[in-house]
């Protein structure tokens, strides 16, 4: 099933066309990452999605239902976490999850088990500190509690961990990457490296349209090359295969990079077994987000 289904979304403000005709299927219980750079169109996209924004044409649904631009039924399947969430600062965290449950109507006694549960997965258990005085990423967090207060059938986060230190990007993405057991989470960035590491599918957005989308193993076997890539220990065994394998490409002092259709990567291996060359590493270079990235904009 489809969590969120956009067809030929369309958006322009003024002069400037901002969405030309987005196409976007996000599937139930994945880790999708919305990938764009800064201004391509990805927070206009989640405003649309939430029913804030009235597309000029186009289709999108949420959990099988059509969305309304003001009529914002289908927000009871959705979790939303802006990438600068703004809290009444005087409360802490506890007191501030139980004021959110109170305003959407959740019985006390499930309000009170959610609240404790979430503030655990989050690490804020214990936390009696004002908000006020929380970082950026102890807000990060509590947003996500917030979000996923009424158990969402969709999380999305935008830009979920711009702005973060090292320790607060790892923190938000374990958490990202933890409830996708419960919601299917869709989060927008432009940091890949986040993408790489927790994220099922992906959607390239470029000058407002969706270039490349699927899940990321099969978009990264589909552009796997048959480049392969040898370290060894000592420069000199550098030029030994060099002298022995012409067709090498001298990446670095002891690194080298070989084409497998120029030179069969186990008669390198038997070469390296035989000469007994201290490698390193030897291995199948896959193709990264940056460049599958970069090839997309440069298009």
Same mark, same amino acid.
């Given at each position: 099933?489809?969590?969120?289904?956009?067809?030929?979304?369309?958006?322009?403000?003024?002069?400037?066309?901002?969405?030309?005709?987005?196409? +976007?299927?996000?599937?139930?219980?994945?880790?999708?990452?919305?990938?764009?750079?800064?201004?391509?169109?990805?927070?206009?996209?989640?405003?649309?999605?939430?029913?804030?924004? &009235?597309?000029?044409?186009?289709?999108?649904?949420?959990?099988?239902?059509?969305?309304?631009?003001?009529?914002?039924?289908?927000?009871?399947?959705?979790?939303? +976490?802006? =990438?600068?969430?703004?809290?009444?600062?005087?409360?802490?965290?506890?007191?501030?999850?139980?004021?959110?449950?109170?305003?959407?109507?959740?019985?006390?006694?499930?309000? !009170?088990?959610?609240? =404790?549960?979430?503030?655990?997965?989050?690490?804020?258990?214990?936390?009696?500190?004002?908000?006020?005085?929380?970082?950026?990423?102890?807000?990060?967090?509590?947003?996500?509690?917030?979000?996923?207060?009424?158990?969402?059938?969709?999380?999305?986060? =935008?830009?979920?961990?711009?702005?973060? =230190?090292?320790?607060?990007? &790892?923190?938000?993405?374990?958490?990202?990457?933890?409830?996708?057991?419960?919601?299917?989470?869709?989060?927008?960035?432009?940091?890949?490296?986040?993408?790489?590491?927790?994220?099922?599918? !992906?959607?390239?957005?470029?000058?407002?349209?969706?270039?490349?989308?699927?899940?990321?193993?099969?978009?990264?076997?589909?552009?796997?090359?048959?480049?392969?890539?040898?370290?060894?220990?000592?420069?000199?065994?550098?030029?030994? +295969?060099?002298?022995?394998?012409?067709?090498?490409?001298?990446?670095?002092?002891?690194?080298?990079?070989?084409?497998?259709?120029?030179?069969?990567?186990?008669?390198?291996?038997?070469?390296?077994?035989?000469?007994?060359?201290?490698?390193?590493?030897?291995?199948?270079?896959?193709?990264?987000?940056?460049?599958?990235?970069?090839?997309?904009?440069?298009?």
């Amino acid at each position: 099933m489809e969590m969120l289904q956009i067809t030929d979304l369309k958006k322009r403000f003024g002069e400037k066309e901002v969405l030309k005709g987005v196409e +976007l299927s996000v599937p139930e219980k994945s880790v999708f990452g919305f990938i764009g750079k800064n201004g391509a169109g990805k927070t206009t996209t989640m405003k649309a999605v939430l029913g804030l924004l &009235k597309p000029d044409a186009g289709e999108i649904r949420v959990a099988g239902e059509k969305v309304l631009c003001g009529q914002t039924v289908t927000n009871r399947h959705i979790g939303y +976490l802006p =990438d600068v969430p703004e809290y009444y600062s005087f409360m802490n965290a506890s007191e501030y999850l139980t004021f959110c449950g109170k305003i959407t109507g959740m019985e006390k006694k499930e309000l !009170i088990s959610r609240r =404790d549960e979430l503030l655990e997965l989050v690490g804020l258990d214990g936390e009696r500190h004002r908000i006020r005085g929380f970082s950026r990423g102890m807000k990060q967090r509590l947003g996500i509690a917030q979000a996923l207060l009424n158990r969402p059938k969709l999380l999305i986060c =935008d830009e979920p961990t711009s702005a973060l =230190d090292p320790v607060g990007r &790892k923190d938000i993405l374990n958490i990202l990457q933890t409830v996708k057991e419960q919601t299917t989470v869709l989060f927008s960035t432009h940091i890949l490296s986040d993408v790489e590491r927790i994220c099922t599918d !992906i959607a390239f957005l470029n000058e407002g349209v969706v270039c490349m989308q699927g899940k990321l193993a099969d978009i990264k076997n589909k552009y796997r090359s048959d480049e392969y890539l040898i370290e060894t220990e000592h420069e000199a065994d550098i030029r030994k +295969l060099m002298k022995a394998f012409p067709g090498y490409t001298q990446a670095e002092e002891n690194r080298l990079v070989f084409r497998e259709k120029e030179v069969g990567v186990y008669e390198v291996m038997r070469y390296v077994s035989s000469e007994r060359l201290p490698v390193l590493r030897l291995e199948r270079m896959e193709p990264s987000l940056e460049s599958l990235f970069m090839e997309v904009v440069k298009r």
